[in-house]
C-alpha cells in the first residue's frame, strides 16, 4: 500500500503529500520534501505544517471529507513564496485520507503587489504637481490678485509643474506601448554608429550648458547594422546620455562606446556591444538591482529638480527586451557609472 501510495504522489507536477485518517503523513514526493523538510514522511501532520489555516482545512477535511482550500506562505532564502493548497479527500487502501496539493502562486501575487504600486506611485507622481497648481491658482486668484511680480512668478512655478506631469503622461504612455510590443520583434535594420552620432549631436548643446563632455569610441569606417527599431534605441541612447549629462556633474565626460560585430557568448551568437558611461559620482551598488524598476530612484529629490519620472531606465529595460538583448549596470561610489547593452545583429 505504502509503495502505491508512493507512487501516485510521485505522479504529481507539484509539492503533494497523502494524509491518513490516523493524521500521520503517509507520502510526500520529493517537491514536498524540499518545501516543507526531507524527514516528513510517517511524521504527525500537525508538526510537519504548522499554519493554523492549513491545519485547520486539513483537520475539517478528515472529518467531513469537504474539499477545502487556502494559502501557505514560506521564503526559499531569496523572497517570500505563498502557495495556494487544495485539500481534497482520497480513499486510500486502509481507509480515507486527504491529498495536500501546493501551488506556486508567488509570481502572480508579485504582479498584483506590482499593479498596487504602480497605481499608488502614479498616484503620488500626479498629485505633487497638482497639489502646486491647485495652491498657485488659489493664490493668484486672492492674495496675489494685484501683485504683477508675484504673478509672473507664480505663472513660472505652475508652467514647470505643467511640464513635469506632461513627461510623467508621456513616459507612461512609451512604457505602455514598449510593453505591448515587447514580444514583437523589430525587423527594420538600422546602423547604430550612424545613430550614436545623431544621437551626440543633438545631445551636445544640453552637455555644454552642464559643463559636461560627451564623446564617442566607434569602430572605424565600419557599419555595425542590427535589426531595431530606430525610435525605441534613439530613446534609449537618449535617456541614457541625459542621465549622465544630468547627474555625472560639472567637469565629467559622457563616452559612447560601440563594438564591432562580434560572438557574445552571454547572446550564444554575434552581437554588438553598446556602452554609455560616465566619470562621475556613481552610484552605491546597493541601489543597482532595483534601477530599472517603475518609479525607483537612488535620490528622489535630486531626480525630481532634474525632471526625472523615474521611469526611464524601466522603459530602457523593457526596449532591450524586445529587441533581445541583455542590459548590465556596473557602478561605484566616486568611480563612475556604466551602462552595457548588448545587441544580437541577426
Known amino acids: 500500500m505504502s509503495d502505491f501510495v508512493a507512487g501516485f504522489v510521485d505522479a504529481v507536477p507539484m509539492p503533494a503529500l497523502v494524509i491518513r485518517s490516523d493524521e500521520r503523513i503517509a507520502a510526500a514526493n520529493e517537491p514536498a520534501r524540499a518545501l516543507l523538510g526531507a524527514g516528513i514522511g510517517g511524521r504527525h501532520f500537525l508538526t510537519a505544517l504548522r499554519q493554523p489555516q492549513l491545519l485547520d482545512a486539513i483537520e ?3 472529518r467531513d471529507r469537504a474539499p477545502r482550500a487556502t494559502d501557505y506562505l514560506g521564503n526559499d532564502g531569496r523572497q517570500d513564496t505563498t502557495f495556494r493548497v487544495s485539500v481534497r479527500p482520497v480513499d486510500l487502501p486502509t481507509g480515507g485520507g486527504v491529498l495536500v496539493c501546493f501551488e506556486d502562486v508567488t509570481h502572480a501575487h508579485q504582479l498584483v503587489q506590482m499593479r498596487r504600486d504602480f497605481v499608488a506611485n502614479v498616484s503620488h507622481e500626479l498629485r505633487t504637481p497638482l497639489t502646486a497648481l491647485i495652491g498657485f491658482i488659489e493664490t493668484l486668484k486672492g492674495p496675489a490678485r494685484n501683485d504683477p511680480a508675484g504673478q509672473q512668478r507664480f505663472l513660472n512655478i505652475m508652467e514647470a509643474e505643467a511640464h513635469r506631469m506632461n513627461r510623467l503622461v508621456g513616459d507612461l504612455l512609451s512604457l505602455s506601448r514598449v510593453e505591448a510590443e515587447e514580444r514583437v520583434r523589430p525587423t527594420s535594420r538600422l546602423d547604430l554608429a550612424e545613430l550614436v552620432l545623431s544621437t551626440i549631436q543633438s545631445l551636445t548643446p544640453m552637455a555644454e550648458n552642464n559643463d559636461v563632455r560627451l564623446a564617442h569610441d566607434l569602430p ?8 531595431a527599431d530606430e525610435d525605441q534605441l ?5 535617456n541614457l546620455v541625459e542621465n549622465g549629462i544630468k547627474y555625472s556633474g560639472k567637469g565629467s565626460t559622457v563616452t559612447v ?3 564591432a560585430p562580434d560572438y557574445i557568448p552571454r547572446l550564444q551568437g554575434q552581437g554588438v556591444t553598446l556602452v554609455v558611461e560616465d566619470s562621475g559620482a556613481g552610484i552605491d551598488p546597493i541601489h543597482l538591482p532595483r534601477l530599472t524598476e517603475r518609479f525607483y530612484r537612488v535620490d ?3 531626480s525630481r529638480e532634474m525632471g526625472g519620472t523615474g521611469l ?3 522603459i530602457v529595460k523593457h526596449i532591450v527586451n524586445r529587441h533581445r538583448g541583455r542590459l548590465r549596470i556596473d557602478s561605484e ?3 563612475g557609472t556604466r551602462f552595457t547593452i548588448t545587441l544580437p545583429v541577426g
Do not use: F, I, P, Y
Request: hydrophobic residues 35%.
Open 312 to 314: 526611464g531606465l524601466a
Open 333 to 335: 561610489k566616486e568611480q
Open 220 to 227: 572605424e569606417g565600419q557599419r555595425v547594422v542590427v535589426a
Open 300 to 302: 528622489s529629490h535630486r
Open 257 to 259: 562606446r560601440l563594438t
Open 60 to 62: 475539517n477535511c478528515l
Open 234 to 238: 534613439r530613446q534609449v541612447l537618449t
